[in-house]
Structures are given as structure tokens and as C-alpha cells.
């Protein structure tokens, strides 16, 4: 964790003949509280507010506060209040700050973005603000969950805002602050994603975001492990017997490969994890067959998730529940 300081670090002496860099000008946040009694600066952004509150919500900070502090210059003085200045971005201050201030972004029945999970992560776990931490994990973990049962019954985006580059970011978060659990499901997601967006990301503030390097060979080197896992598990009833019941196997067995035809050519068709199609159903299959397949779908899609952490070089799914277990989620 980086050092909270009270000034800020003496500027290097610039050689000879250097140009001089105008810093850029100190922004006042709209987090400004005028009977404040600390300032805290993240980039050029400064916001006034308690320390009381945040002792009362974050333990780095109150620990930081009973530390005796050497008395400020006088240019480090912000309308008689001592400035600590952090390492992270302004965005993620503002967002946590919001939330502790405003009690902005943890409505429960409304869906918040990426960038707010994020920095109630990165924060959260920074400085040990357990509210918006467990807020973070909360939506998070119900996007993407360690059970198939809660992945079936979950309304998808209903506690983080779809956006074009969701996957990606959520993999890229998860990643970064080693949350585990999330991170199968994340990848296989991106895995049926196009490889040109994977590859080119999405542009944004000047730059692409794209997955890790590391992340993005893993994705592609799934590609066909996930392909083959299908069609043993989710999609294995299209190549199964019927049932001895079955009275027409000629007509059953043209109709299982009329869906396969359908499905998976000329490209194949990602679809491990979605529930049974009733348009199935239409084709020429006896009722015996159809309810043969749909055990064998059912069966074979559990099996399917629970091969998913491995497929990306990840501990089971029972080892992965304990990330939330302890995190009390």
C-alpha cells in the first residue's frame, strides 16, 4: 500500500537548459464540505471533508490519523487544513467519496457501472472501507456466480450496467485484484466474444482496453478445449442412442443430426451454457427422445461449469467459494 503523506514530495531540481512543465492547476471537487477538517488530494482534484468519517469507515485511515503529524508548511494548507495527498486516480476518490458522503451508488435495485465497481474494489480493499467493498463484491458476485443454479436464476445486469467493453473490464478488474471467483466465468464469457474485438478492445480516453496479454492467450487457447467440452457434456444428447422406447430411430436420429447441421455449420455454435430451446422441439424427435435429451442437456451443462476453471488454468469451483465465504457475501 502506498504511504498517505501530509506534504507533498520536494520537486527535483530541473538541469540546465530543461523546459519548465507547468503543473496542471488544482481542481476543487464539488465534495466540499466548508467545516471539513482535512483535505485529501488525488491527482490535482482536492476534496474537503472529515476525518471522522473516514476513520469511521476505512481502518488504514483511522490508524493514519492517530499518528502525530509534523505541522504542515504553510503552503500546504488548505483553508487551515492539512492536505494528504494519494496515489490513486481522481475518479475512484470521487466515487467512494460519494458514496460516503452522499450515500451515492448502493441502491440496491439500481445497476451501477464497471468503473464504480472498480473503485469501490481498488479502494475498498486499499484502505479496508469495508461498506463499499462488500458493496463492490455484492453486485459483482451476483453477476457472476460460483453456482450454475444462481447463474441460471440471476437477472444478467441487474446490479452492473452492460456496456460495450463489460466483459473485458470485469476479467481485467478481477485479475488485478486477485478476485478468483469471478474470473471463470468472466473468460469464458470473453471466450465467445469475436477475436477482432478481443484483439482491438474497445477505444477509450485515448487508449484501447483490452484484456491482459496473459489473459487474452488464455482466452484463445480455450477456444477449442471449450468447443470440445460442449460436445461432450451440454450437446452430448445429438450424438447419443435413444432410448430403447424409441419407435422411430431413423427419423429421431435425422432430426439430433438436422439439429446439429442447423447449429454448428458452417460455424459452431457457443451455447455450453444456455437452457434447453424449445424450437428444438419442432423437429422430427419422439417424445422418448426429447426427454432423453433434456436430462442429458442438463446433466451435461452442469458438467460443462464445472470444467470451466479448469479449462483456464484456475482452482475447482469449491476451492474458489471460499474467496466468498470469507469475504461474507
Same mark, same amino acid.
Given at each position: 500500500m502506498s504511504t498517505l503523506t501530509a506534504s507533498q514530495p520536494a520537486a527535483k531540481r530541473k538541469r540546465?537548459?530543461? /523546459?519548465? %512543465?507547468?503543473?496542471?492547476?488544482? !481542481?476543487r471537487s464539488e465534495i466540499w464540505f466548508h467545516d471539513g477538517n482535512i483535505v485529501l488530494q488525488?491527482?490535482?482534484?482536492?476534496?474537503? =471533508?472529515y476525518q471522522g468519517l473516514l476513520s469511521a469507515n476505512s481502518t488504514v485511515f483511522a490508524d493514519m490519523f492517530l499518528v502525530p503529524q509534523p505541522p504542515p508548511s504553510g503552503g500546504e494548507l488548505v483553508e487551515g487544513c492539512a492536505v494528504v495527498h494519494l496515489s490513486?486516480?481522481? #475518479?475512484? @476518490? %470521487?466515487? @467512494?467519496?460519494?458514496?460516503?458522503?452522499?450515500?451515492?451508488? @448502493?441502491? =440496491? &435495485?439500481?445497476? !451501477?457501472? #464497471?468503473? #464504480? !465497481?472498480?473503485?469501490? !474494489?481498488?479502494l475498498g480493499q486499499k484502505y479496508q472501507i469495508d461498506a463499499v467493498l462488500s458493496e463492490a463484491l455484492k453486485r459483482l458476485y451476483h453477476e457472476f456466480p460460483v453456482e450454475l443454479e444462481d447463474y441460471d436464476i440471476n437477472n444478467c445486469w441487474a446490479m452492473i450496467s452492460n456496456s460495450d467493453c463489460i466483459l473485458i473490464d470485469v476479467a481485467n478488474l478481477a485479475r488485478e485484484q486477485n478476485l478468483l471467483s469471478v474470473l471463470p466465468l468472466a473468460l469464458e464469457c470473453c471466450s465467445r466474444e469475436d477475436s477482432d474485438f478481443l484483439v482491438k478492445g474497445v477505444k477509450r480516453e485515448g487508449h484501447s482496453v483490452t484484456l491482459s496479454p496473459a489473459d487474452e492467450?488464455? @482466452?484463445?487457447?480455450? &477456444?477449442? /478445449?471449450?468447443?470440445?467440452?460442449?460436445? $461432450?457434456? $451440454?450437446? +452430448?444428447?445429438?450424438?447419443?442412442?435413444g432410448p430403447d422406447e424409441c419407435e422411430a430411430p431413423d427419423d429421431c436420429n435425422n432430426g439430433r443430426n438436422q439439429i446439429l447441421r442447423d447449429s454448428f455449420f458452417p460455424c459452431s455454435l457457443y451455447a455450453s451454457l444456455a437452457t434447453w430451446d424449445q424450437e428444438w422441439e419442432e423437429y422430427t424427435i419422439c417424445d422418448e427422445c426429447l426427454a432423453k435429451a433434456k436430462g442429458l442437456h442438463a446433466s451435461g451443462r452442469q458438467r460443462y461449469w464445472d &470444467? =470451466?476453471? +479448469? #479449462?483456464f488454468g484456475l482452482p475447482g469451483w469449491e476451492e474458489l467459494k471460499k474467496e466468498r465465504v470469507l469475504s461474507n457475501i
Open positions: 540546465d537548459g530543461e /523546459p519548465e %512543465t507547468a503543473a496542471k492547476p488544482l !481542481v488525488a491527482d490535482r482534484t482536492q476534496f474537503k =471533508i490513486d486516480s481522481a #475518479i475512484d @476518490v %470521487t466515487y @467512494v467519496l460519494e458514496a460516503l458522503c452522499k450515500r451515492s451508488h @448502493v441502491t =440496491i &435495485n439500481e445497476p !451501477v457501472s #464497471i468503473a #464504480i !465497481v472498480a473503485a469501490f !474494489v481498488r492467450r488464455m @482466452v484463445f487457447a480455450a &477456444n477449442d /478445449p471449450l468447443l470440445r467440452l460442449q460436445s $461432450t457434456t $451440454t450437446f +452430448s444428447w445429438l450424438t447419443a442412442d &470444467n =470451466i476453471p +479448469s #479449462i
